[in-house]
Every structure is written in structure tokens, then in C-alpha cells.
């Protein structure tokens, strides 16, 4: 029984970990990633107080406060959220079920998912959707990345440099890419295109070990060993898990109050998860700071939510 | 005329300023002191992303990262702002006037003042609030503290070990301060206390050359020659120059939205001046980001206050 679980392990979620773990409260961070939105960002320059740096680097080091405050860091998708008598149960897509007294939604915009068999389970143990993160653990291995976008041909690009084989899986006969870059993807000789495909299944034992892909004009399926497969078709906001328990706006983001209490007594939210204007590194942090000490409050014997939710 | 005058230079002001110089308005930061409370804190290890430190070398960093993209820092005191037709126009204490097109109010908490003559004509200038900030500027040279609790003594005992003299002025004749620090205090031949007495005015030319002191019992006065004035006399909300244009709250807090709007367009307002409960540096820090980027908005044709203010 954790006193809190924060779900998600970007700015938010890692600031309002340093809170808790400070206020003495047992904390575990359940996240599908390290960094968030932040990692996407190679040159972050507005974050007061530390100087430029790769947005991967400045969520490294929020990581390393967190734990050395006390957080628990466990990978896996929550798919799941009950209520429960003490509190809330909080089941991930492995099966694994995780119980807390308080509950912090921290866990921003996801990867749009493609919904395939394998996907959710594989998810931090060979399916990824972050070149720039995972991409250094493919060295001399395979992989296949998913996607059409700048993200996805840039991402096979850069895969490419390290990996010793990409297939780059695309339902489409184009790319939606610049011309230049797509002119990059051609002459690379890492790189195989497989236009006109989706990945149909993702299959392995404890992780990835091949993916079955599908022409959608032949209906041909082919089956590809690789170690890892990078999703890179977006992000979207997904509280379908939730939406039972508190309430969200037109655009399905979690509504909060200005310090983050949600509609329901003893959940909280902050970052990209709640309907935010500005989507900034810093911003998250601040409301992830505010989310941390309201739930201290909250489980401390403080009232919850302060606005009127009738 | 700026585009964008900042006043305060704390978290919120500095990182506000940030904000708005990389959205290329031309922003001026007006404030009495660079860094507000989080100088008073020795050793800030919750900010997250910069390891543990000062929070006076924290601010520095701000300041050099404002700075370094273009803000201009006007020290003094801003003690009256009008509504003009372009914008507004911002008064000082010493008689310089600024004019700017918006304005964010990030001053939060200020020095209880003392409302004696000279105050606020020296500030800056030999009057300031913040031994730990200014001690050093004193170096073999003579000052007056004036105050009782533990902030006065801690500050006198702190100044002392720079200063050649410090004046430990009190309006009563024992201290607040814990029995230890009094004694290390009286201890001190570096320091004289002066009971019973107040600080009538501060008398200078261009900065402060000594202080009248009188004696409430026996109404005796004298002059201590003096090149500074450290007032420790605790902080305090001060609206009184803005309640015109905006709302407040009981507190004389500035209200604000989400996103750091006050009831006047054009007005915005971020950190310990407004209601928001958490008094730290990220969050202080992130909800001065949101003004900034909501007055960029603002001035660049978006709507003003998104909430309701009837």
C-alpha cells in the first residue's frame, strides 16, 4: 500500500514525486517512460536555473532527485484505476496491480497507440515510442519503426546510425515528410522501406522478438525478427482509463482546480494531462509541485477539492 | 516604451521575464531586491533539475538567464501605476517614470516597511531587506538593523562578522529571538543594542549617510553615522498601487485566472502576490511563465481574461 502513485514520469510527475517523497510519504511512479514530452526537446533553454541542455538530460536529473528522495520508479502502462475502500487500486496492462491511499495523474499526452496484439504488453520491453530515448539500446540490433510523419522518418534516420537494421512500416506509398529527408531515407542502405504495410501483431516470449507485418493492397503477411519496434504515429490525450472517476472537458483532459484537485476526493492532476494552456517543462513542474502538496494536505486530514463541482 | 514591464524579480518575475524576451517583447524588470524569498532560503534542494544550492545562487542563475536574453533590470520601487492610453505607466518611489504596453505584477510578499522618511527614497541605495543579500556590500563599514525577531538578530549577527559596527535597533527592551542567539548577541562587540528606541528617518545625499534614532521612553535623539539599513521587520502583501485596475482578494492577494490573468486586460499577475497557496520557487516560477506567455498572447491580438469577472 502506497500512500501515493503517481502515474506518469515526466516534469509533472517527477516534481510532485520530489514533493511527496520530501513530505515522508511512500511514493511509486508508474510510467511507460522517463521525461515525457520533455525528452522530445533536443535544446531546452527556458527551464530556469540550469542552463541549456537536451530536455532528456534535465528529465535524467529530475529522475535522479526523485529517487534519491525516496520515489520507486516501476515501468508499465496503467490501464486500470478502481476505487477501493482505503483508497485505489491501480492495475497495468502486464496485470500487475498496484494499491495507494492517493492518486496522481501525471502522465501527460501519450503516444497515440496503433491497438495491435502485443502492443500494450511489450510497451518499455522492446516496444517504444521514443527514438531519442531507446534508440541507444539498439545497438547492432534490429528494429522496425511505425510511421509516416517527420517523427517517424527522422526517428528511422537516426535509429539508423546505430541499429543494424530498420524497417520503416508505413500504410501508405508516400511519406508525409520533407522531400530532403525522405531523400535521405532512399539512400540509406540500414534502412528498408515497407510501404503500403501496418504491423498486424507484435510477438515474443518476455520481450519483442518479431513483428507480423501486412501489405494492405496484397493482403501478403511477412513476419520480421527484430528486438524493437518504435511507434511514432503522435500523441493524444487518453483518460478512458479514469473518466469514470473524475471529470474531463470537450478534449477529454482531466479538469482541475488551481492547485489540482480533481472532481473526485483524492486524485490529483497536473501537466499535460489537464486542459493546461501552455504546455512548457516549467509549467508542469510548478503544477506538479502544487498537485504534491494539495495530496499531502488531502491525506493529511485537509479537505479536498476546494472548487464547486455541482 | 516596453512592450512588457515586469515588476518583482523573483522566481515568478524572473522566469516571466525569460519567457517574454524569447517571444522578442522588449521586457523591463523593476524591483527593489533581485531574487525575493527564495534568497532566505540557505539551501534549496526541491527545485528540481538543479541540485541542491543557495537559493540567493538559484536567483543569480534566473537573473543571468533573463538577462542573458534580453530583460533590462531597473532597480527600485514601484509605488504607483496608471492606465494610459497606449498602456500603462509605471511610477518609482524616486520619481523615475516607465511606461510599457502590459504589465506583470510578480512582486510578491514585500518588507513590512517602516513608513519613516528616507525609506523609501534609500532603498536600494543603503536601505534594503535582506542581510543575507546585501551583507557582503558592507565590508569593514557600519550599518543599522532594525528589527527584534529572529531575522533582525540573525541578520545583525550575520552582518557583524562582515561590517566593522552594527547597530541592532529595537523598539522593546527584550527580543523575540531564541535565549541562545540573544546571548551570542550580546556577546558581540561588533554589535551595539540599542532598546527602547526607533529609527525616526534616514538622512543621506545620493545614498544613505546616517539614521536619527529616538528613544521612545525618554524621547532622546541621536544620529548614528551609517552606510546601511537593514529593515527585518517581516513581509507583508502590498496591493495598494494597483487595487484601482485590479480585483483583490481578502488579503489584498491580486486574483487571478489559470493563466495569470487579473481583472484589467493587460494586467497580469504571478506567484506570492496572488492567492495561490504554495509558496515555492517552481511553482512560483511555473505560473510566471504562464503570464508571460498569456500576456504574449494578449499582446499579440488573443483574447484577455478567459474567466468570468462580473
New interface residues.
Partial sequence: MYDVIIVGAG?AG??AA??TC?KKLRTAIISIDVGGQTNLTSHIE??????PMHGME?MQ??QN?AIGFGAELIMGKVNKVDKTEKGFKIGLANGEEYECKALILAYGKVPRSLGIEGEEKFMGRGVTTCVTCDAPLYKNREAVVIGGGNSAVEGALELATIARKVYLVHRRGTFRADEITVEKLKENKNIELVLNSVVAKIVGGKNVESVEVENIATKEKKFFKVDGVFIEIGYVVDTSFVQHLVKVNERKEIIVD??GNTSCPGIFAAGDITP???K?T??????G??AA??CYRWLTGGKGAVLDWS
Same sequence: chains 1, 2.
Fill in positions: 516534469a517527477l516534481t520530489i514533493y520530501r527556458n527551464y530556469p536555473g540550469t542552463g534535465l536529473r529530475f532527485e488551481e492547485r493546461v494552456p501552455y512548457q516549467v509549467i508542469a513542474a510548478g503544477d509541485s502544487k502538496l494539495e
